[in-house]
């Protein structure tokens, strides 16, 4: 089994053991599992100027993702933010979008910063402006890449827990889909943000800040996703 097959099948058969279990965590991993799987297509078409340094954050991306979950599995310490996540799926009735977006908001907002931060540390100071600028059009390039394959996700994910989301897709048109790529996009923006002063600091304590500050910022955005509000949704 090669690199590509390896990371997609980890993704596919851990949600397809979920789905068989009705447990909701499948909905934010089969949608990872579908965007994964275009970034390695993206890859494989040559769309990015840093071919193999997007190529090892994806799959370091991966890893804070399952290093989280196995902790969570074992009884070990996880992680505050996918603590609250992989909580809130057990105990609360939530829409299928508050279950995919509790899911993006810790993995992007918090695991995508420390991904990135590991990936550019080493090289970050030796990088000239237009290296830099090369590593952030890659960043930005997967939001093109979400926006392609918000429609299937929705098709093929969305739907099937909420059906009546198939009404609201018919009379909305693409509207919905990009509000929800255009909410992505500015969190990613946010977490390049977060990501180079992170990259910044330069000492340990002001890294540990940075982290700190961010993981209130996510756990309050899980809040938010979890509220009552959303309770008509359900």
């Known amino acids: 089994m090669n690199h590509k097959q390896s990371i997609i099948q980890k993704m596919q058969t851990r949600a397809h053991q979920w789905e068989t279990q009705k447990d909701p965590r499948a909905i934010f991993l089969r949608c ?3 965007m994964s799987a275009n970034m390695l297509q993206a890859l494989a078409d040559n769309r990015f100027q840093n071919k193999e340094w997007v190529n090892k954050l994806l799959h370091r991306f991966a890893e804070y ?18 603590q609250q996540v992989h909580q809130l799926s057990s105990q609360k009735k939530l829409h299928v979008l508050q279950h ?6 810790a993995h992007i907002n918090y695991d995508l910063v420390l991904s990135l931060h590991d990936m550019l540390k080493n090289d970050w100071n030796k990088l000239s402006p237009q290296e830099r600028h090369s590593r952030y059009q890659d960043h930005v390039l997967v939001n093109t890449i ?13 739907e099937q827990y909420s059906p009546y989301m198939n009404i609201i897709d018919r009379f909305m048109g693409r509207l919905d889909e990009k509000l929800l790529v255009g909410l992505i996009s500015r969190w990613r923006e946010s977490v390049w943000e977060n990501a180079v002063h992170m990259l910044n600091s330069q000492e340990a304590e002001e890294k540990e800040a940075v982290r700190q500050a961010l ?16 309770k008509a949704m359900r």
Request: contains cysteine.
């Open 32 to 34: 990872y599992s579908m």
């Open 65 to 82: 993702y399952f290093d989280a979950l196995a902790c969570f599995d074992c009884g070990e310490t996880v992680p505050a933010v996918w």
């Open 100 to 105: 995919l977006l509790l899911g993006v908001n």
């Open 146 to 158: 979400i926006a392609e394959t918000i429609d299937v996700v929705q098709d093929e994910v969305v």
């Open 215 to 230: 993981e209130k910022k996510v756990l309050k955005t899980c809040d938010w996703l979890e509220a009552d509000i959303w």
